[in-house]
């Protein structure tokens, strides 16, 4: 069992910057696979970004490569994700997941993740 816990979200401006963690616990190995995906309201949830919990892959979505950096903090238990230069359409419930060791290919899939947490609101005005 991992329990997921979110945190950091809230409103900004366009242009601004939100710092999300997602706090771990339980059954967490280093080829574990820990992610973000998103969801704005009426539509599927998508994929963000995702990194091993050894912290030695990432992958990002191809929108956000840039503007978005995923990392681990193996001494709290934590996976941050930072977000730059929003914009209104980043607006969306941010989600963490976790999965057992997954090939590459499949980091990017909803359905390949256990354990989900409950959220955290990410909304950018313009």
């Known amino acids: 069992q991992v329990q997921l816990v979110e945190s950091g979200g809230g409103l900004v401006q366009a242009g601004g910057s939100l710092r999300l963690s997602c706090a771990a616990s339980?059954?967490?190995?280093?080829?574990?696979?820990m992610a973000w995906f998103r969801q704005a309201p009426g539509k599927e949830r998508e994929f963000v970004a995702a990194i091993r919990w050894s912290g030695s892959s990432t992958l990002y979505a191809g929108s956000l490569k840039g503007r978005f950096t995923i990392s681990t903090d193996n001494a709290k238990n934590t996976i941050e994700l930072q977000m730059n230069s929003l914009k209104p359409e980043d607006t969306a419930t941010y989600y963490c997941?976790?999965?057992?060791?997954?090939?590459?290919?499949?980091?990017?899939?909803?359905?390949?993740?256990?354990?989900w947490g409950h959220g955290t609101q990410v909304t950018v005005s313009s």
């Open positions: 339980g059954r967490t190995i280093s080829s574990s696979v």
């Open positions: 997941a976790s999965a057992g060791p997954l090939s590459l290919a499949a980091w990017s899939r909803v359905d390949q993740y256990n354990y």
